[in-house]
């Protein structure tokens, strides 16, 4: 039973450097999210899709992008990592938009250090 | 003003006792709401969504005050388990978009 998997785990980049994340669902769910969570803070939709071949902006999106190619993957991209972006990042799935009462379900997050 | 507003806590209450917390949101507009739970270093879970007649899960009873602008979450006989970051969010602009509570600590001590 995987639900909702995240690769790496963690991971420590240099000021500059680029990465993807990737996030993998095993749930058939159309919806896809992106959020980074920062202390005292709470989460912060980076982006999101709707289904495959969608993306759209979220609050926080500048220095990332997305791509949804398959239906069950979401990968988030750093292009050039900027100490800002340390942070724990979550991806989420759901069958139906969050808004409406559907179940978001997580992954297990990546912990990214920028130096 | 933050949009969501949480007590960060920690909220220190012995096993078994009841303890109550609240969560302010900034949007009168807003239609939905829910508490979910995430354990130390671990993903939010789901504990449950906010109904306007209230709603009841066991020992978790959750409250929604629209005059008020607030939601609160009730834990009744409460267990070491229960111990974790309690985030209070709410149903943005779309149905895609959720604002998230920074979250409150609470510890069950035995």
């Not at chain 1, 071949?53 to 791509?67: F, H, I, L, M, R």
């Not at chain 2, 939010?44 to 009841?56: D, H, T």
């Amino acid at each position: 039973n995987a639900g909702v998997t995240q690769t790496p785990k963690f991971r420590v980049l240099k000021t500059g450097q680029s990465m993807t994340l990737l996030c993998a669902q095993d749930m058939n769910h159309e919806y896809m999210y992106w959020y980074r969570q920062d202390p005292g803070m709470g989460l912060r939709l980076i982006h999101y899709s709707v289904g495959e071949g969608t993306t759209a902006k979220g609050e926080v999106p500048d220095g990332y992008n997305v791509s949804r190619l398959k239906k069950q993957n979401f990968l988030l991209g750093l292009e050039s990592a900027a100490p800002s972006q340390t942070s724990v990042y979550f991806c989420a799935s759901s069958y139906g938009g969050q808004g409406t009462g559907r179940e978001a379900f997580f992954g297990q997050g990546t912990r990214l250090t920028v130096v | 003003r933050k949009e969501v507003e949480q007590d960060p806590g920690p909220f220190n209450v012995p096993e078994g006792a009841t303890v109550a917390f609240n969560c302010t949101y900034s949007n009168s507009a807003s239609q939905s709401f829910f508490w979910y739970r995430q354990d130390c270093r671990k993903e939010p879970k789901l504990l449950m969504s906010v109904y306007s007649s209230g709603n009841e899960d066991g020992r978790f009873t959750a409250q929604l005050n629209r005059a008020s602008q607030y939601i609160s979450l009730l834990i009744r006989d409460s267990k070491l388990s229960d111990s974790a970051t309690y985030l209070c969010v709410v149903r943005g602009d779309s149905n895609y978009q959720l604002i998230w509570g920074a979250g409150t600590k609470l510890i069950i001590k035995p």
